[in-house]
């Protein structure tokens, strides 16, 4: 390794000399305080400035780097408080809702926030968080202002147990919107329910709502259910079956109200 360090020195050394000598003399020439050396200086520099070029190109781009770094944070920061400011905005028309329900609803009303989902193995549930303190027993109607969401099976002092619409066991009597026909609706996969052994002489169209019969211990007459989205005629029978997709989407619920009387 030595050896060639040498040999390259040796075989370049008139270069490397001239290049000493040259850096030698420029460094006596511009520290002359001769005015007409001083000239030549600033001649000297304008003609070399293009060696500052790459340093201020990577200072600019070191400081454009810093700007979008901080741009970015600053973007990001705005994301945030817009998806609050959005979170708030429709927290805000859910309480006028339920502020507007309660105005207008006839029933006693209590108003729950849910804590937990799916709290017993046994039910589709959730928790809320009023009990017996707030004047909720068990079997009381649970619903939102889009309709019914279920019915207290167990209750605390300060929380109850909801068995929820969409819970296989759940069983609810409703009438037809229209025809006035009573049916019993009971709960199918993918949030669906259906209405068995209809009569085809009864007209049932899409789009009808479905309310709750009254004709219950539990639920109030006339609180809506769904709608029907589907009718299927059974062959060789003298009934069809109605699919009726409730008004609650049991998954997205926040908060509730539960009837304490009416």
Known sequence: MLKKIYNFFFDFQDYLVFMILLIISLSILLSNENPDIRIFQGDITSVFKFIHYPSKWINTLSGLVDENKKLAEENFQLKILNSEMKSLWQENQRLNTM?????????????????????????????????????????????????????TISVGKSTSTVQLINDIN??????????????????????????????????????????TSGLSDVFPANIPVGEVVKIINLPNSMYKNIIVKPFVKVNSIEKVFVIISD
Not at 185 to 205: F, G, H, Q, S, Y
């Open 170 to 211: 759940f069983r609810i009597g409703v009438r037809f919107q229209n025809s006035r026909t009573l049916g019993l609706l009971r709960p199918l996969p993918n949030d669906m329910a259906e209405i068995v052994e209809i009569p085809k002489t009864i007209n049932v169209i899409k789009g009808e709502q479905i309310f």
């Open 99 to 151: 502020l507007e329900f309660m105005d207008s609803s006839y029933f006693n009303l209590v108003p729950g926030k849910i804590l937990n989902m799916g709290t017993t193995p046994i039910y589709n549930s959730i928790l809320i968080d009023v009990g017996t303190i707030s004047g909720v027993s068990s079997y009381n109607t649970v619903l939102t202002a889009d309709g019914v969401v279920g019915k």
